[in-house]
């Protein structure tokens, strides 16, 4: 499984950025829920956003009221809307989908590359 971001970049504070996700692959897969993590300099990745199968989400204390996450309705992605952005949001961003292999009956989580996000004045 292949899992791809796209939409990060540079944004001064109270801007938006809205960041996609998408997983793919050759096999067949059941995606179980998708989330978006950050990762800034120095710190350990955290959890962002998380949107599971059944339309249930969760959002870090930092981000409430902020951004959000949902899916533009194409099977298997996943959006990151992030608006009033502030300094301290400047991370890479990654996506990640917990996926249910019937083939091997298992489930995995796969992670993407990452996508640089910057809010700077």
């Known amino acids: 499984v292949q899992v791809v971001e796209s939409g990060g970049g540079l944004v001064q504070p109270g801007e938006s950025l809205r960041l996609s996700c998408a997983a793919s692959s050759g096999e067949t897969f059941s995606v179980l829920g998708m989330g978006w993590y950050r990762q800034a300099p120095g710190s350990r990745r955290e959890l962002v956003a998380r949107?599971?199968?059944?339309?249930?989400?969760e959002y870090a204390d930092s981000v409430k009221g902020r951004f959000s996450i949902g899916t533009d309705g194409a099977k298997n992605t996943v959006f990151l809307q992030m608006n009033a952005l502030k300094l301290e949001d400047t991370a890479i961003y990654y996506c990640?989908?917990?996926?249910?292999?019937?083939?091997?009956?298992?489930?995995?989580?796969?992670w993407g590359q990452g996508t640089q996000v910057n809010v700077s004045s």
């Open positions: 949107l599971k199968a059944g339309g249930a989400t």
């Open positions: 990640n989908a917990d996926v249910y292999l019937p083939e091997a009956n298992v489930d995995y989580t796969y």
